[in-house]
């Protein structure tokens, strides 16, 4: 009977409250129930970071390389100078083809006429060389072994000597060196007092005499020693020795007290025949050129090139 009466009582009391929701009673009541909002301040929970949406930093898409194809390299242009890349010295004679390698290793070994594309790479070891050729040779040589030493050096002549040959104008390609030769008293000339060389011939063939009487000189650097037929022909052993020229016996005396280093020996070989008037080769004018001195007193091509150093 109790329980029914509280129930009852309940009932009526929320009926009440309900009715009065918005009376000041009601109002009490409801803010007595409700949580303290100082409490719910005092620890607040954190709040979380929002999630980037998948537009604010899109993912890359990769990139698609192309592996860039080699670019074919040209080939470089021959240049003059090049003397050390003929693509035939293998084509000179064995027992000339090591001095011919070093000789061109100077850069020495150019052509006349620098308009031929292929000069540069073709040496043709076994054509005959022309004196103006093997003029040119000869200074250029002497004067890249002794770079070090310009008191050995011959001295290329200025436009404005006086020729002294008719045929070698100031305004051949070759009249630097030729006329170098004749004005340090090196080759026969008309400054040396030689009337009978009024002409260079300077596109003849050069013949094997005229190699070592312009060559020696170059090497002692001395008065040549007298000579006769007789001397040449005891020393050399050459049947031929009375076809020699008068002018280069003296040369070809002072060649063979060079020892293993002299010219004759060096492009010939062994011989008892000189034959003074037969043409030189270019192997051999270049193998001749691969050596300056005498008696010891020289250098070679080879030193030049590794920097040996010389008294």
Known sequence: MLSLQKITLGLVSLCLFASCSNTPAANSVRDALSADPRLTNSSPSPQASPSPSPSDSPTPSPETTTEPSPTPSATPAPTVDSSSSFSDLDKAPQALR????????????????????????????????????????????????????????????????????????TKDPDFA????????????????????????????????????????????????????????????????????????????????????????????????????????????????LSYFGFQGDGISAQEALKGTPKP
């Open 98 to 169: 090591q001095a011919v390698k070093e000789t061109a290793e100077l850069g020495i070994l150019t052509h006349s006429n620098l308009a031929k594309a292929n000069e540069s790479t073709v040496f043709e070891p076994n054509k005959n060389v022309t004196r103006r050729v093997y003029a040119r040779w000869l200074v250029a040589a002497n004067n890249r072994i002794y770079s070090t030493r310009p008191a050995r050096q011959i001295r290329l002549a200025v436009e404005s000597s006086t020729p002294a040959f008719k045929d070698v104008p």
């Open 177 to 288: 060196s030729i006329q170098g030769l004749a004005e340090a008293g090196l080759i026969p000339s008309s400054l040396s007092g030689d009337s009978t060389a009024s002409l260079f011939r300077p596109d003849a063939p050069l013949t094997r005499e005229d190699l070592i009487l312009w060559k020696i000189p170059v090497d002692t650097r001395q008065v040549l020693p007298n000579a006769t037929i007789e001397s040449v022909k005891q020393s050399w052993g050459f049947q031929d020795a009375n076809k020699i020229d008068a002018k280069a016996l003296r040369a070809v005396y002072a060649d063979f007290q060079n020892g293993d280093q002299a010219n004759i020996r060096r492009a010939f070989a062994y011989t008892t025949l000189f034959q003074p008037k037969r043409p030189v080769t270019r192997a051999e004018a270049a193998a001749v």
